[in-house]
């Protein structure tokens, strides 16, 4: 599966955001063999199972420069490195407990040249500072993720959307998601024809939410 594949979705890219997103499969392939960020088998899917999979968010919201989003447990970089590429106006803050992929991301955000990624070794609820929306891969289940990011996400919205998750999760949530009253849940198969992404969601959950 090559970058075409990202290309296909996100036809208006620009040229040095297609050059990043090429870049992306030479610089993980080399850094995942001396440091394991991402399995041996998704390696090869990169651009399927982490790219663009990672901008199903991009489908549900753009997000305005000057805006900050967080990034949690965000592993080797996803969903926030493709986030950043397509957002280059946009502050991303990438924040993981685990220091060796910390480093592989540094090291992915120094060969993009990217200068709105900020990467921070540390679990998020040590974290300082409020951002507009927080982003995620299924690091945990809703409720213990909403009260790992509680606090982080500021008040006043400048989006359409009022500030809040969004949250990349797959198969059934209705009992994960049951007491959350606002939530919102995008399918992505209404933005991706591949079948990996038939059980695949974006989640909502503005600021006020319970749980």
Same mark, same amino acid.
Request: proline residues 4%; without cysteine.
């Given at each position: 599966?090559?970058?075409?594949?990202?290309?296909? &979705?996100? !036809?208006?890219?620009?040229?040095v955001?297609?050059?990043?997103?090429?870049k992306?499969?030479?610089?993980?392939?080399?850094?995942?063999?001396? $440091?394991?960020?991402?399995? =041996?088998?998704?390696?090869?899917?990169l &651009?399927?199972?982490?790219?663009?999979?990672?901008?199903?968010?991009?489908?549900?919201?753009?997000?305005?420069?000057?805006?900050?989003?967080?990034? %949690?447990?965000?592993?080797?970089?996803?969903?926030?490195? !493709?986030?950043?590429?397509?957002? !280059?106006?946009?502050?991303?803050?990438?924040?993981?407990?685990?220091?060796?992929?910390?480093?592989? %991301?540094?090291? %992915? %955000?120094?060969?993009?040249?990217?200068?709105? $990624?900020t990467?921070?070794?540390? =679990?998020?609820e040590?974290?300082?500072?409020?951002?507009?929306? $927080?982003?995620? =891969?299924?690091?945990?289940?809703?409720?213990?993720?909403?009260?790992?990011?509680?606090?982080?996400?500021?008040?006043?919205?400048?989006?359409e959307? =009022?500030?809040?998750?969004?949250?990349?999760?797959?198969?059934?949530?209705?009992e994960?998601?049951?007491?959350?009253?606002t939530?919102? $849940? &995008?399918?992505? !198969?209404?933005?991706?024809?591949?079948?990996?992404f038939?059980?695949?969601?974006?989640? &909502?959950?503005p600021?006020?939410?319970?749980?």
């Amino acid at each position: 599966m090559t970058a075409e594949i990202v290309f296909k &979705y996100f !036809p208006n890219l620009s040229d040095v955001q297609q050059q990043n997103i090429l870049k992306l499969e030479h610089l993980y392939k080399d850094w995942n063999q001396k $440091i394991n960020v991402v399995s =041996r088998k998704d390696i090869d899917e990169l &651009y399927l199972r982490h790219v663009l999979h990672s901008l199903g968010i991009a489908k549900v919201q753009e997000f305005k420069p000057g805006s900050k989003v967080l990034d %949690v447990g965000t592993g080797g970089g996803f969903p926030g490195v !493709p986030l950043a590429i397509l957002f !280059p106006e946009t502050d991303f803050t990438l924040v993981d407990s685990i220091g060796k992929k910390i480093k592989v %991301v540094d090291e %992915v %955000v120094q060969g993009l040249e990217l200068n709105n $990624i900020t990467t921070v070794n540390s =679990r998020v609820e040590e974290l300082k500072g409020q951002f507009d929306f $927080i982003v995620s =891969r299924a690091v945990a289940a809703m409720p213990t993720f909403t009260h790992w990011v509680k606090g982080k996400i500021k008040k006043d919205s400048e989006h359409e959307r =009022r500030n809040g998750i969004l949250y990349l999760k797959g198969g059934d949530l209705s009992e994960e998601l049951k007491d959350y009253k606002t939530v919102q $849940i &995008y399918d992505l !198969p209404n933005f991706f024809e591949e079948d990996f992404f038939q059980t695949k969601k974006v989640v &909502y959950l503005p600021l006020k939410f319970k749980g």
